[in-house]
């Protein structure tokens, strides 16, 4: 059997991924038989390869060649001179919290980064955020296969989304975003199950403040996607009852609805505005998710559902 030459591009740093996790996922493609090669985003003198013995360490992605010259002592070599790249705390948090941040940065860097000319049988990014963009657009493969370890909404993936080739494939550990790509997109898209998935939502939402107060006795998180006269009726009919009930609640809708004026009217009618609070798109919904006593979803399998059942806070309302 040929051997496969693959690359694995790891960000040993990303701030939602443990070192078991980035394990799990490398061990998901690689076989003893197979010619393996990571390339770290950033350098590290630390970092030794976790797989095989043949596996080989190639020079990181932050590592900018400044300047080259000929070896006067051979025929063939060439001597590079390296320079890393700085890329802050910041920007891998942002992958999370504010994607567009990621996709700036990579456009400032992608000149400077070295492309990987030769020809992979399979290339993987284990990350979103810089492994992906630099998958994209620096590697030369058979099959890129790219992965988002947590869910992302459409507005945040689609600027790596949109340049996927029909012979790629997206894997994700989320049933509620592979029901969204399924739906919206045409390209080969996997779900996965994955051990870790908890411990990846529960560092994600370490990346934010706490956003919703515990003084509440009741702190409720929905999406703002009511699609129709009767959820809009049926969520300010929970309102009313939780307010005669003289219940300490708030209740957080996010991103941005259809029904969003009108609830605010009803709102404001019903004396319930200070219970409502809109904090509108989010890239990073779980902090305010894991702060929440119970997240309502008026859609089953769209939102963060699958999110909320993973962290035990769910409920389904279909009426």
């Known amino acids: 059997m040929e051997k496969r030459r693959i690359l694995c591009i790891v960000d040993h740093h ?25 390339k770290l985003v950033e350098r590290d003198i630390h970092y030794s390869p976790p797989l095989l013995s043949s596996t080989k360490l190639l020079p990181a992605v932050s590592d900018v060649i400044i300047e080259s010259f000929k070896d006067i002592n051979s025929k063939k070599n060439w001597i590079f001179k390296l320079e890393k790249y700085q890329i802050p705390d910041h920007i891998r948090k942002s992958t999370y919290n ?3 941040i990621t996709a700036l940065f990579w456009r400032k860097m ?14 993987v990014s284990l990350s979103c955020g810089l492994p992906s963009y630099y998958l994209r657009d620096k590697v030369k493969a058979k099959h890129k296969i790219y992965y988002f370890p947590i869910r992302q909404f459409s507005k945040d993936y689609r600027s790596i989304s949109e340049n996927i080739r029909e012979q790629d494939i997206i894997y994700v550990g989320s049933q509620t975003m592979y029901s969204e790509l399924m739906t919206d997109t ?36 929905s999406a703002n996607g009511m699609k129709n006269k009767y959820q809009l009726e049926g ?35 019903l004396d319930l505005k200070d219970n409502i609070i809109f904090i509108g798109e989010k890239a990073n919904i779980y902090s305010y998710l894991m702060s929440a006593d119970i997240y309502v979803e008026w859609n089953k399998h769209s939102s963060i559902y699958y999110e909320a059942e993973v962290l035990e806070k769910s409920h389904y309302k279909n009426d």
């Open 14 to 38: 990303d701030p939602v991924l443990s070192k078991d996790h980035l394990l799990f996922l490398l061990q998901r493609h690689v076989n003893h038989e197979d010619q393996v090669e990571i």
């Open 186 to 221: 045409n390209y080969k898209v996997s779900y996965y199950n994955d051990p870790y998935y908890n411990e990846a939502i529960k560092l994600a939402g370490k990346l934010e403040h706490k956003v919703i107060s515990p003084q509440h006795q009741l702190n409720i998180l």
């Open 235 to 269: 969520f300010i009919h929970l309102c009313k009852k939780l307010k005669t009930q003289q219940s300490d609640f708030k209740w957080y809708l996010y991103g941005v609805g259809s029904y969003e004026q009108q609830t605010r009217k009803y709102l404001d009618r």
């Open 110 to 123: 992608n000149p400077v980064v070295m492309p990987k000319n030769q020809l992979y049988d399979i290339a």
């Open 98 to 100: 504010y994607p567009f």
